[in-house]
C-alpha cells in the first residue's frame, strides 16, 4: 500500500507540473507575396509562365491566402507588352504568349488593391550540366549518397549560378547559390546529399543562371535557414527585401522577388 500511495503521489505531481504554453506572437497586416519566377528551360520555346501571388499569414495558420484579382503584366525594353491572367481564384496567373531573350531586361508591373508593384530584372543564360557524378561513401557516417552536377564556367564572364535538387522522396527540396569569383572559367559542380536516398531513386536537378542581386538576395535567406547559422558574426535574421518595391505606398513593400532564368534540367537516376 505504501508503494502505492508514493507511485499515485509521483504521478500526481508530474501531472500538475504540465502548463500549457500559449505562444503570443505579434500580428501585422498582410503583405503581397510575389513569387514571379520566369524559367526558360533549354530546348523549350519559353512561352508558357506563370507567376503566383499570394498574402503573408500568421506563422500558425495552416492555409497561405491566395491574392486574387491582381492584374499583372511584364514589358521588355521594345514595349513588348505580356499580360498574365488568373486561373481561376487560385492566385496563380499564366501567360502563353511570353518571348524569352538572353541579356534582355524586363520590368514587372502588378496592380494589386489600390497599389502598384514593380520590380526590373535581366534574364541571365547559364551553363548546361556536362555530368553527373555519383559517391556511395558520403556524409559523416560513410553510407550517404552523395551528387556532384558539373558545369563548365564561362571565362573572363561574371557568373551566378542557382542549383534546385529535387528527389522523388518526401524531404524537403535542397537549393543552393554559387559565384565565379574563385572558379572562373573552369569545371565546377553543384552539390547534393541525402541519407535517405536509394538505388532507383530520381533526382530532378536545375541549375538557373540568376542575376548578381538575386543571388545575395538567396544566399541571406539559406544562410538564415541554416542549421548552421546564427553564430555571433554571422548575419541575423531580418526580413529580406527583394527587387520589387511598392512604388504607389513604399511602407506597404511587398515579399518575394522578380527573377527571369535560362534553366538547365537532368532527371538522374540512383545507381
Known amino acids: 500500500m505504501k508503494n502505492n500511495l508514493y507511485i499515485l503521489i509521483a504521478l500526481l505531481l508530474c501531472f500538475n507540473c504540465e502548463d500549457v504554453i500559449e505562444v503570443e506572437l505579434n500580428e501585422a497586416q498582410p503583405r503581397l507575396v510575389i513569387e514571379a519566377s520566369i524559367n526558360w528551360f533549354k530546348n523549350t520555346s519559353g512561352n508558357e509562365q506563370s507567376i503566383k501571388l499570394t498574402l503573408s499569414a500568421p506563422f500558425f495558420d495552416e492555409e497561405i491566402p491566395a491574392a486574387n484579382n491582381a492584374n499583372i503584366q511584364i514589358e521588355d525594353s521594345n514595349n513588348n507588352i505580356y499580360s498574365f ?8 496567373y ?81 537549393l543552393e547559390v554559387y559565384e565565379d569569383r574563385f572558379t572562373d572559367g573552369n569545371q565546377i559542380f553543384g552539390f547534393y546529399s541525402e541519407e535517405d536516398l536509394e538505388t532507383g531513386d530520381e533526382v530532378i536537378i536545375r541549375n538557373y543562371g540568376i542575376s548578381e542581386r538575386f543571388y545575395e538576395y538567396m544566399f541571406i535567406l539559406l544562410q538564415q535557414g541554416s542549421d548552421d547559422g546564427g553564430g555571433p558574426f554571422e548575419t541575423q535574421p531580418a526580413t529580406v527585401r527583394g527587387n520589387c518595391i511598392n512604388t504607389s505606398n513604399p511602407d506597404n513593400f511587398p515579399f518575394g522577388y522578380f527573377r527571369l532564368s535560362e534553366v538547365d534540367e537532368v532527371i538522374y537516376t540512383v545507381e
Not at 491572367?85 to 496563380?92: C, P
Not at 508591373?109 to 556511395?136: A, C, H, M, P, W
Open 85 to 92: 491572367v488568373e486561373d481561376g481564384n487560385t492566385g496563380i
Open 94 to 174: 499564366r501567360n502563353t504568349t511570353f518571348v524569352p531573350l538572353i541579356d534582355e531586361t524586363y520590368t514587372l508591373t502588378i496592380t494589386y488593391e489600390g497599389d502598384i508593384y514593380r520590380g526590373i530584372e535581366t534574364l541571365k543564360s547559364v551553363s548546361s550540366i556536362d555530368f553527373i557524378e555519383q559517391n556511395n561513401d558520403g556524409g559523416f557516417s560513410g553510407e550517404d549518397i552523395e551528387l556532384k552536377a558539373f558545369y563548365t564556367d564561362p571565362a573572363n564572364i561574371e557568373n551566378y549560378y542557382f542549383f534546385e535538387f529535387i528527389s522523388n522522396i518526401p524531404v524537403i527540396p535542397t
